[in-house]
Each structure stands twice: as C-alpha cells, then as structure tokens.
C-alpha cells in the first residue's frame, strides 16, 4: 500500500511512504523552492522494511509502478461499460466525450478483436483521460496487460468472496454487495468473523451478550474502513448508506469519499455489514430489504418489475431475484420482459438480452433506513411484519407540513425531479397545455391506510410485491378537497360513467382524465398511486371485482378495460388508492397559435375535424435507403423521418439555414443533421439518435406510444417555434400549407360568417366499408348542417341556430399532405377502422371537387397535379396496438423502397397497393405524401 500523508511522527506503519506523483514519473511540486512535502526517497529505511517484508526488495521503481497500478484504485481511470455495450461512436455512454472513465474495448485488452471500438490507449480520448489521471506516456505502452490483471484480480476477488459466503452450512448468510469483503471489525471469543449484525440486539437485547458471534449494532448497517488490518467502524456511517442506497451513485459523499465499484477508501478497503435479508426473515423487524436495478440506454436505474419510462415490466420483482441470489450468489436466471428473454448473470452483475446480445449494467441496493426511522420502528407498539409493513412517510414529504388529521399541499418547485417525474406523464399525453403548479398532498391518516392496505394485499400475494401504478384521474373542481381530505368515493367519482363496474376510474393517460375535469380556464387534475394488483376486463354490472375461481374467497384487485395492455383501471375499495398529486393546468395558446391543424368554429362542434392522440406500440431492429434503429417504440418517428428524407423541398430549405448557438439543442437542427447524415454516402449505425433524445427532452418520448400525425404536426410547430431564421421557418409552413375558406349559414335568417383558414395537410374521415381517397377528398368539401348540441352561433340572431358549414378550397401547397382518420373513439373505447381506402399515384384535386368547393379566391392550377411518393403505414388490428413502417419513391430511381425501421428493401407499385387496407392482418395507409408536379412535365420531373 502508499500513504499519501507522510508525517516523521509516525511509527509502526504497515504502508509505504512514498509519493504518488513522484511514482508515477515525475512530481511537479519536487523542482519548487520548498520542495515536494512528501517522501520520494523508495529506499528509506522504512520503505525497505515494508518491502522486504512483503518479498518486494527486489523490485526496482519501474516494476513496483506496475504492482502498484494493479492494486490501488487511486492511479487508474476504470474502464467504461457504457461505451462497451452499445453501437456508435459512444456506445451507450451518455457523458460521450465528457466521460471520465476509459473508452477502450474490453475484449480488446482480454484478447485480439477486430470490432470497430477504441483498440489503442493512445487515440484521443483513452490517451487524454489517462493524462488527466497524470499517466506519464512512457508507461501507457504496457498498460493493457495491468487492465488484463485489473480484471483477473477482480475476478478472483469475487470468487473468494463466494466461497467465503457458502462455508457457514447450507443457510445462505448475506451475499457480497459490490465489492470484496473481508474479515469482520468484531471476533468472537472463539476467534470466528462476525459478517453480520445481530437481529436480536437491535431488536432490544441478545442473551448471548459478547459470545454472540454477530456484531452488536443499533442500526441494521455498518460502514467500516481496514486500517492496519484492523476493521473499525466509519464515522459517517449513515450518509455512507444514504448514498450507497442510490444505484446512480458510485461513490460516498464524504471528504474522503467511499468507492462503491471497488469497495475502498482512499487506499483501504471498506466494507458494508447488514442485518440478514428481508427475504430470509420476514419477521424480524429491520431486515435489509434489497432492491435490484437495471440501467437502461439513457443512464437512469430502473427497478425489475417496474413500467417506468415505458419498458415492459419484467416477470421478476426485486424480490425473486433476491431470494434466487439467497439461494446462489453465482447462478444465473433466465425472465421475460414483453417478447423478450434477459438472462441475469450474478456472478457479473449483467444482464443480457438472448435474442440481441446487448448487456445491461444490474445493481443491487438496499432500502434506506435512516436513524430516526430505525429508533421509530424499535419503538413502534405493533410489530411490523417485513420491512414494507413500516407505515414510515415518503423521504420526499415535508415533515414541517405533516399534520395528525386532514391535510396539508405542498407546492413543487419546477426544478425539483419531482416535479420533472410527474410533468413528463403528463406531457405524454397532453401536449398543447402547460402546467401551472403540482401540489404534493400529504394526508398522513390515507397515506398509513394505503400502506396498510398493500400490506394486506402483498400477505394476500403469498409475500410477492404487489403492482402499483402512477395514474391520472379528472374530476370537477369543486370535488378537490373533498378527495385530498377523505379520499375517492366512486358514488361521486363514478358520476361520468360505470361501463366497466361501480368504481373509481383512473387513466393511465392524462389526455382521456382530461375530459372529466370541467370547463374552466384552470383545470385540476389528480395523480395517484394506485394498488392495481391483479385485474380482469371490468363489465357494468360489477359491483366489486369479480371472483378467480368461482368462489366467495378469492377476487380480483381491481377492473380494466384491457387485460393485454390496459388504459384505463377501475378500483372498488378507495384504501387501494392515494391522490399523490395535484396538477393545475391550462391551455398553451402559444403552442396552438403557430399550427391549427384543423379548424374551429365558436359554439359549435364537428365530428369530422375532431382528432385525438391515438398511442402506439411496437418493437423492431435496424438497418439499410439508410434504415433506422428502434429505439424502445421509436418506430413512428423512423417512419416520418423517411418521408422527411424524401421531402427533397423541406431537406433543401433546412439546409439553407444558418444556425446560431442558441438553436444548438433545437428541434430543427437536429432534424437537419439527422436528414443530412440520412443521405450521406457514408453510412452511420444512428443517425436518429441525437434527434431522439431532443424528442424526448421535449417530451416526444420514443419510450410512449406515439401517433404519427401528432408527431408529424408537433415536429413542423417545433420548425416554426425554434428556427432563427424565421423567414424560411413561414417558407416551411408554406410547404405543406393549404388555404380554405370557412363559412357559417343560419339557416333560418341566411347570415353567412366567413373567414380564411388553413390546414397543414388534409384530415380525410373515411366510411365503414369501400372508400376511394377522390370520394374522401369530395365528402371534407360537402356541405354539412348543423343542428341539435352542433348548433352555429349566429351573430344575427344572437344564439345558437341550425346552420350550414362548409369549406371552400382556396390554395394548395407544393407538398399535400393527407392524413386518412383511421381510429374513432365511441364511449372512452378506441378503434382502428381497416376498410380500404385505395389511392392513386397521381393525383388533380382541383378536378376532383365541383366547383361550389372551390372559393370565388381560388387560385387556378388546373394544370397542377399531385404525385404520390410516401405513404406512412400503421400495422396492427387494435388502435391501442401497432407498428409504423413507410413506402418512399426515391428521387434518384424513382422506385418503391418499403422501409421497416433498420430493414429496407425495394418494392413494386403493386405492393405499395397492399396499403389500401381491407384486412386486419395488412398494414393500412395512415398517411399519403403527394407532390406538386405539372402535367406537361416529363415523367422523371414528375417523380421528384
């Protein structure tokens, strides 16, 4: 070992004296005036005692540098993971160049390997991480044999630490956590290791009193540091843990911090002593619970069995893995997540995708338990039963703000992640509204109610967890108190509808709570925690959830619309449910301002223009046009990004612009440097990716089931909000921009309103049955009347009045948009219509329409037709359910290509015809991209 403080004074060191600079090569400090305070000299005579006893007298400074390298963790950068798993330049690594860790191929310093990651420690980056660590040059040369050793110590180290853990009898006693272990800071009188602390001292007293061969502690961990190989315990004991409880956090945040990858402390090892696991005793009081995180590709630890940021929820919870790792520390299992098979390896920490191959880092994290809550437990009258039945409230609350009964909200500061968690599902599913405020209610009396009822429910279980889900819920304002202070009651709650039973309905989508909130300018709605446990397709006639096996013992939790993939979730005991959260909201009148895409009318309400966010699913693979990779459901947005790439106009008018710092994260910019690296001849394995991830920060998430119309209009309002250049941002919006004319009559005093509107595209509602694309062009411009609740205002009369509307084509765009309605919502219940809709290639509206249709402003362009060369494809018979491909027309062959995520291979126009729809198991048109062409052109003209 080296001690990096050398003090005259002291006497009896087990380490070396020697400065670290100094080993290294070179110390900047020796050449100043007063010198380097610390010892440079290997051959003092204490260093020569500590060597010759050690066996190391013979080693010259060059091969102690070496052994040295190997064993403290202090000289050398480890190697990053992130960058090993993942295609690109970075891999998976989202610090990319900014990382402080080692980008370099690990199967590059095990063995030879021709992948195109980082194999020389001299490139850029491994070469400028290494000199900030002050590696000297010369010694980089032989630094992939000391990785290499790195490695097989680690290794070795792990193995050991198994053994060491099976050698006490078949009972499994505490795993290792992280990091290597070694012999406990207490013995008993027979000389045995104490590697575990004592359950029946924390509890009160042990009978055993110094003979107990498990350490005496009040707390259920203990931190301690090896000094001069003696184990004693850390001072800051609990922030350790607080920070060691966190799987982002590598490291303790204390003046000397602890690393938790390698288990050391400056130059000693550290470990961690534990009350047994929870799953061992489920009795006992202040058992170690231990949660288990997988990383996914943006950084963030996800826990097994969890849905957060929309992955398919394992079919392992944290407890399973637990008690298999109970059972042997070194085996591997095998689970499910949707379609997809991982096998976790505990001997590596990793997990790995069997179809794929690609790894994930998996950590393993106790439950943090602070002091006062351990004293709160021992002291408590009822013994809980494990460590989830702890009524203890939310390490987030504000305990200033807690009262015995009722209530108290606290208002969210918009930067806290709290606020950001709750924000971003919202904005999944509610974009063109902004939030106001999130208030956090604290009701301390529901709160222990809820935790109550999930202990019931998990001992109902068998002891597995029990599903619990992040849900919204709409209701009127004046309701608001009432549900904070007494939670939900579903006699008023369930006003608005009991199509699945006689419960409280919530959504796992804002947008459909959204229409049960009011009328006001500021709307409120509630986000709960709600224990879904085991559910069923709910029926009107339920009064409570129905029976599993016929019986009057065993129910289910709780109702849904759909067991495969439900939205929307009915529970009939309120104790399953706490209003977590209160979002007030309203309209963002800047966001609807730039694009319109179909218009309104004051007092009145249209079927045929209505539109709402259908969500998606899919999952695929990458590659070849170029193909694009999915990115967890990002299908939809590789499907516009072809029709984009083909858009030859938009791709020439973006590459005009002329960015300047502030658009660096912009919408539009990485839109271009997407499209641009999508026609470079140079293929790249991700393009996409940086756009993705501005999607995403700007709550398009690929990980959220998206409709592509949605994404398509938000992209262009995006354009139209974020360019600099707000000249071609209007020469963008003209692209697609086409310009009608709306009128109103009253049909009683023949007042005619009118005005000029535009859409950007054409929304086309199509009929049950046989369609033409020509018939649904003509049917948008028929006139339609009005009467009933879709009354028109009428400015003559001054009420509503039966009335006429229709719309009158004023101009068309060189780019026409078409967007072919294909889902309609009937009772909160949405559905995909797949009757046929064919289309033709070429396309003349303005023959297509009579001339009532077309506005006494039209501008004449008989001449001017529409050739068709995009054609955007929605595959799957269910609206909840689905898969995005597209058809593009290339400019240079003028051919069919049929793009599916990364797979792209040429067609015929006579498969592109397969689109028409007509069947459930064919994909159907979602959306038809025709450009301007003249009818005098010749045929390659018309292509482009």
């Given at each position: 070992m080296v001690a990096l403080f050398w003090s005259p004074n002291c006497q009896g060191c087990s380490?070396?004296?020697?400065?670290?600079?100094?080993?290294?090569?070179?110390?900047?400090?020796?050449?100043?005036?007063?010198?380097?305070?610390?010892?440079?000299?290997?051959?003092?005579?204490?260093?020569?005692?500590?060597?010759?006893?050690?066996?190391?007298?013979?080693?010259?400074?060059?091969?102690?540098?070496?052994?040295?390298?190997?064993?403290d963790n202090f000289f050398l950068p480890p190697v990053c993971h992130n960058y090993n798993n993942g295609a690109g330049e970075y891999?998976?690594?989202?610090?990319?160049?900014?990382?402080?860790?080692?980008?370099?191929?690990?199967?590059?310093?095990?063995?030879?390997?021709?992948?195109?990651?980082?194999?020389?420690?001299?490139e850029p980056h491994p070469l400028k991480t290494l000199q900030d660590k002050g590696i000297p040059n010369p010694l980089i040369a032989s630094l992939r044999s000391v990785y290499l050793n790195i490695e097989r110590l680690q290794k070795q180290d792990r193995a050991n630490q198994g053994k060491c853990q099976n050698s006490r009898g078949s009972r499994p006693t505490r795993p290792k956590q992280t990091g290597p272990a070694a012999a406990t800071a207490n013995t008993s009188r027979s000389g045995q290791d104490k590697t575990e602390i004592?359950?029946?001292?924390?509890?009160?007293?042990?009978?055993?009193?110094?003979?107990?061969?498990?350490?005496?502690?009040?707390?259920?961990?203990?931190?301690?540091?090896?000094?001069?190989?003696?184990?004693?315990?850390?001072?800051?004991?609990?922030?350790?843990?607080?920070?060691?409880?966190?799987?982002?956090?590598?490291?303790?945040?204390?003046?000397?911090?602890?690393?938790?990858?390698?288990?050391?402390?400056?130059?000693?090892?550290?470990?961690?002593?534990?009350?047994?696991?929870?799953?061992?005793?489920?009795?006992?009081?202040?058992?170690?619970?231990?949660?288990?995180?997988?990383?996914?590709?943006?950084?963030?630890?996800?826990?097994?069995?969890?849905?957060?940021?929309?992955?398919?929820?394992?079919?392992?919870?944290?407890?399973?893995?637990?008690?298999?790792?109970?059972?042997?520390?070194?085996?591997?299992v095998e689970f499910n997540a949707g379609s997809q098979?991982?096998?976790?390896?505990?001997?590596?920490?990793?997990?790995?995708?069997?179809?794929?191959?690609?790894?994930?880092?998996?950590?393993?994290?106790?439950?943090?338990?602070?002091?006062?809550?351990?004293?709160?437990?021992?002291?408590?009258?009822?013994?809980?039963?494990?460590?989830?039945?702890?009524?203890?409230?939310?390490?987030?609350?504000?305990?200033?703000?807690?009262?015995?009964?009722?209530?108290?909200?606290?208002?969210?500061?918009?930067?806290?992640?709290?606020?950001?968690?709750?924000?971003?599902?919202?904005?999944?599913?509610?974009r063109g509204f902004k939030i106001n405020q999130i208030e956090r209610i604290q009701n301390k009396a529901l709160w222990e109610v809820f935790q109550w009822q999930m202990d019931l429910m998990k001992k109902?279980?068998?002891?597995?967890?029990?599903?619990?889900?992040?849900?919204?819920?709409?209701?009127?304002?004046?309701?608001?108190?009432a549900i904070c202070l007494h939670n939900f009651d579903w006699r008023i709650c369930g006003l608005n509808g009991t199509a699945l039973g006689k419960g409280s309905y919530f959504a796992r989508d804002a947008k459909y709570s959204h229409s049960y909130t009011g009328q006001s300018n500021t709307r409120s709605m509630?986000?709960?925690?709600?224990?879904?446990?085991?559910?069923?397709?709910?029926?009107?006639?339920?009064?409570?959830?129905?029976?599993?096996?016929?019986?009057?013992?065993?129910?289910?939790?709780?109702?849904?619309?759909?067991?495969?993939?439900?939205?929307?979730?009915?529970?009939?005991?309120?104790h399953q449910v706490y209003p977590e959260y209160l979002v007030h909201y309203t309209e963002d009148v800047s966001w609807s301002s730039v694009y319109q895409p179909y218009p309104l009318m004051a007092g009145s309400s249209f079927s045929r223009f209505s539109s709402r966010p259908i969500p998606f699913w899919t999952s695929s693979r990458i590659q070849v046009l170029m193909g694009l990779r999915n990115y967890g459901l990002s299908c939809c947005v590789n499907a516009l990004l072809q029709s984009f790439s083909a858009t030859w106009e938009l791709?020439?008018?973006?590459?005009?612009?002329?960015?300047?710092?502030?658009?660096?994260e912009s919408v539009p910019l990485k839109l271009n440097n997407t499209l641009k690296a999508m026609q470079c001849d140079q293929p790249q394995p991700t393009p996409h990716k940086d756009f993705l991830h501005c999607l995403d920060r700007h709550y398009i998430s690929v990980h959220v089931q998206q409709d592509a119309v949605e994404v398509f209009l938000s992209v262009l309002n995006f354009i139209q909000q974020q360019m600099s250049d707000k000249t071609l941002a209007q020469e963008i919006q003209r692209l697609y921009k086409v310009e009608v004319e709306t009128y109103l009559q009253c049909i009683e005093c023949e007042n005619i309103c009118s005005g000029t509107s535009f859409f950007v595209g054409l929304p086309l509602t199509i009929k049950e049955g046989g369609n033409s694309l020509e018939d649904c062009v003509r049917f948008f411009f028929e006139l339609q009347e009005l009467r009933d609740t879709d009354k028109g205002y009428c400015v003559m009369c001054g009420e509503k009045k039966p009335s006429k509307h229709g719309l009158k084509l004023i101009s068309l765009p060189p780019v026409l948009c078409i967007h072919l309605k294909r889902f309609r919502s009937c009772r909160g219940y949405t559905r995909k219509l797949h009757c046929q809709v064919a289309f033709p290639e070429t396309l003349n509206i303005s023959e297509i329409l009579p001339k009532e249709a077309l506005s006494k402003d039209y501008v004449h362009q008989s001449d001017i037709h529409y050739?068709?060369?995009?054609?955007?494809?929605?595959?799957?018979?269910?609206?909840?359910?689905?898969?995005?491909?597209?058809?593009?027309?290339?400019?240079?062959?003028?051919?069919?290509?049929?793009?599916?995520?990364?797979?792209?291979?040429?067609?015929?126009?006579?498969?592109?015809?397969?689109?028409?729809?007509?069947?459930?198991?064919?994909?159907?048109?979602?959306?038809?991209?025709?450009?301007?062409?003249?009818?005098?052109?010749?045929?390659?003209?018309?292509?482009?």
């Open positions: 380490h070396l004296h020697l400065c670290k600079r100094f080993l290294l090569g070179e110390c900047p400090f020796a050449k100043r005036r007063g010198g380097c305070r610390f010892n440079h000299q290997l051959t003092s005579e204490d260093n020569r005692e500590i060597l010759k006893e050690h066996g190391l007298e013979e080693l010259d400074l060059a091969e102690l540098r070496t052994l040295l390298l190997q064993n891999g998976r690594c989202v610090d990319g160049e900014a990382c402080k860790r080692l980008h370099i191929c690990e199967n590059f310093i095990r063995g030879s390997c021709s992948c195109p990651k980082c194999h020389d420690f001299y004592c359950m029946y001292f924390i509890k009160g007293s042990c009978i055993h009193g110094d003979k107990c061969f498990k350490v005496h502690s009040t707390m259920p961990y203990q931190w301690e540091e090896r000094v001069e190989n003696i184990w004693t315990a850390l001072k800051d004991n609990e922030e350790i843990e607080k920070d060691f409880c966190n799987p982002a956090k590598t490291y303790s945040r204390c003046v000397q911090p602890a690393c938790f990858d390698t288990m050391t402390r400056g130059l000693n090892k550290v470990r961690r002593l534990s009350t047994v696991s929870s799953v061992l005793q489920p009795t006992f009081i202040l058992t170690t619970e231990w949660t288990w995180f997988w990383e996914n590709e943006f950084g963030r630890w996800i826990p097994y069995a969890s849905t957060t940021a929309g992955h398919s929820s394992a079919t392992v919870t944290s407890e399973c893995l637990e008690q298999r790792f109970q059972e042997d520390n070194q085996a591997a098979t991982y096998k976790l390896s505990f001997l590596d920490m990793i997990q790995t995708n069997k179809q794929y191959g690609t790894k994930k880092v998996v950590r393993r994290r106790p439950v943090f338990v602070s002091l006062s809550d351990a004293q709160t437990i021992k002291t408590s009258k009822k013994v809980p039963y494990g460590r989830q039945n702890f009524r203890t409230l939310p390490e987030s609350w504000d305990k200033t703000q807690v009262l015995e009964t009722g209530y108290k909200t606290v208002n969210l500061p918009s930067i806290s992640e709290e606020f950001k968690e709750i924000q971003q599902l919202f904005s999944n599913t509610m109902n279980n068998r002891g597995r967890n029990v599903t619990q889900k992040k849900l919204f819920h709409g209701t009127d304002s004046k309701y608001l108190d509630f986000v709960c925690r709600v224990l879904a446990g085991d559910y069923t397709k709910g029926h009107s006639s339920y009064l409570r959830p129905p029976s599993k096996d016929g019986g009057d013992i065993i129910f289910y939790d709780s109702c849904v619309d759909d067991v495969i993939n439900p939205s929307i979730f009915v529970v009939f005991e309120k791709v020439d008018l973006l590459d005009r612009w002329s960015p300047n710092d502030k658009d660096n050739n068709l060369y995009a054609v955007v494809v929605h595959l799957g018979g269910d609206a909840m359910f689905g898969h995005y491909t597209a058809y593009v027309r290339h400019k240079k062959d003028f051919s069919w290509y049929y793009a599916d995520d990364s797979h792209v291979r040429q067609v015929s126009w006579q498969e592109v015809l397969n689109a028409y729809g007509g069947s459930q198991r064919e994909g159907t048109a979602y959306m038809l991209l025709y450009r301007q062409t003249t009818r005098t052109a010749p045929e390659s003209d018309r292509a482009e």
